[in-house]
């Protein structure tokens, strides 16, 4: 099996900044796009940040200029660091791979969400 696993949220003041990290593991062949989304309350699921494998980059106009995503091949986890952060931020945050088991199977994985809270 294949599985991803956040890690990193937390609650934050206004302000602040945060870094979410997710890493995948098992019968992995190749990791193409990496994302993260995010799912607020009452929200239906946005699309944060993604990054390619080649590492070219694409944001939500809502964060763009305040998150960086970022991907270690070697250690097959994609990072979010979140500066500036507002409190319309909270949410859950998952991220998801385009992924290659090693029988050449095309999957996409989801992790199981972590919480992003922003608040004074």
């Known amino acids: 099996q294949v599985q991803l696993v956040e890690s990193g949220g937390g609650l934050v003041q206004p302000g602040g900044s945060l870094r979410l990290s997710c890493a995948a593991s098992g019968s992995i062949s190749s990791i193409y796009t990496m994302r993260w989304y995010r799912q607020a309350p009452g929200k239906q699921r946005e699309l944060v940040a993604g990054i390619t494998s080649g590492g070219s980059t694409n944001y939500a106009d809502s964060v763009k200029g305040r998150f960086t995503i970022s991907r270690d091949n070697a250690k097959n986890t994609v990072y979010l660091q979140m500066d500036s952060l507002k409190p319309d931020d909270t949410a859950v945050y998952y991220c998801?791979?385009?992924?290659?088991?090693?029988?050449?199977?095309?999957?996409?994985?989801w992790g199981q969400g972590t919480q992003v809270t922003v608040s004074s």
């Open positions: 998801n791979a385009d992924v290659h088991t090693i029988a050449r199977v095309l999957i996409t994985i």
